[in-house]
């Protein structure tokens, strides 16, 4: 028997209603804020993603899924959303016009990545990004979408984290002092953090291995290297999340992992997770659209993982209580099709979802698949039905029944 490849799964029709919510409750709280969709290709040149992720990041070194193609150019399943979103903006002229962009997105991506709860090889991922505007309203605004997108599917147990990683010169201040003070104590980190040292100083901020985690507490912090502007920035993102009424709590040791983030950076965190608690983040990115090819453009957004949104869903017991039903089921007691498909026809044609027997099952067999797809209500149609005009409906639910004329079926409701 031929599987699905590791890290991969299948959403399979008793799961799919679940995934449909959430796309759903993507397209309302979107259109709330007034963004647009984007889709890209789910491959690009891996140029959009060693360039913006960086050649030194394990994402690019271990985890992309990169093959030449047929006339030898070197393509890569996309491992993240924002490049490739940017590589868009920037062919398709979406950032010459004076407005702001305000676009959204939702697909599959890919790492080569050990599998473990809520990680897949083939993942999903929600994300917005807010081009052209430099001001902390437009962090404010897509850290708003995410905290109201949040509440509106139904998670209340989580956390926003928040900090501010400056700007180039800020972290260029920042990373000097923290080279040097790891480079003081190179003989207590991990062997993982003594590469990073050397590649992405920041990183190791981020790190989970106890012997990091001891160093980090006496760590400099970031917020001593910022300079007036990024400051400012940060301080004026914290009082506008502040009158909106969106709680956070500050996290000086939080990075992004990505190498093209600016001033603020944030996550979103639930301890329905275990371990590995981050369901989404994002942050500023003002230097990307350079670093691939485009004109200096100020940026923010941020991705959730939909796993692991549907993992917390699962476990505060959201889908507990959402029934898939369908409205009638027909249950067919005579070999007359042409008033049974006539009716099923007019009754589609007026919005009633329905399903009717398709392998011959006796009247008893029928009522058990009309128990079974959980519909609302049953209809009978049979000789005795067809001769005396009137159709027999019963309420699954309380099994009451009662008789309709054929020509007042269209008028009767059943969605409730």
Not at 82 to 110: C, D, H, K, M
Not at 133 to 148: C, I, M, Q, R
Not at 202 to 215: E, F, G, M, Y
Request: overall charge negative.
């Amino acid at each position: 028997m031929i599987k699905t490849p590791r890290g991969t799964k299948d959403v399979l029709p008793s799961e799919s209603y679940k995934w449909q919510y959430l796309e759903k409750k993507f397209k309302e709280v979107t259109d709330l804020f007034n963004y647009k969709e984007l889709r890209t290709p789910i491959f690009e040149s891996t140029e959009v993603f060693s360039r913006s992720i960086g050649e030194e990041t394990d994402i690019v070194n271990k985890e992309m899924y990169t093959f030449n193609d047929r006339s030898d150019s070197s393509l890569t399943l996309r491992p993240e959303m924002t490049a490739a979103l940017v590589r868009s903006a920037i062919e398709n002229s979406l950032t010459n016009t004076a407005g702001v962009q305000r676009l959204w997105y939702f697909g599959p991506f890919f790492r080569y990545e050990r599998p473990q709860k809520g990680r897949f090889r083939q993942f999903h991922q929600f994300g917005v990004e807010c081009l052209s505007s430099p001001n902390p309203d437009s962090d404010v605004e897509v850290l708003h979408l995410a905290d109201k997108l949040i509440k509106e599917i139904g998670i209340s147990e989580y956390t926003l984290f928040i900090n501010s990683i400056g700007n180039k010169a800020s972290r260029e201040k920042y990373n000097n002092v923290l080279v040097q003070y790891f480079n003081e104590n190179k003989d207590k980190l991990s062997e993982n953090s003594k590469e990073r040292l050397d590649k992405n100083p920041l990183r190791i901020l981020d790190s989970k291995s106890p012997d990091d985690i001891a160093l980090l507490d006496d760590a400099p912090k970031i917020s001593d290297s910022l300079d007036e502007e990024s400051q400012l920035h940060y301080n004026q993102v914290k009082e506008k999340l502040t009158s909106l009424g969106i709680k956070f709590m500050e996290n000086h040791k939080l990075v992004r992992g990505l190498d093209y983030y600016s001033h603020t950076v944030f996550e979103f965190q639930s301890n329905l997770l275990g371990a590995q608690d981050s369901f989404g983040g994002g942050g500023r990115y003002n230097e990307l659209f350079s670093q691939l090819g485009g004109k200096d453009v100020p940026a923010v957004g941020f991705a959730m993982g939909v796993e692991r949104l549907l993992i917390i869903l699962e476990e505060s017991g959201k889908f507990d209580n959402i029934e898939e039903q369908i409205d009638l089921y027909i249950v067919k007691a005579t070999k007359d099709d042409s008033v049974i498909y006539n009716l099923i026809s007019k009754l589609r044609d007026n919005g009633v979802i329905l399903n009717y027997d398709l392998l011959d099952k006796n009247f008893k067999g029928q009522f058990k698949e009309a128990n079974r797809v959980n519909a609302k209500w049953t209809m009978i149609i049979g000789d005795d039905e067809i001769s005396n005009n009137k159709l027999t409906i019963k309420n699954m639910k309380s099994g009451e029944q009662s008789e309709i004329d054929f020509e007042n079926i269209l008028k009767f409701n059943f969605k409730d």
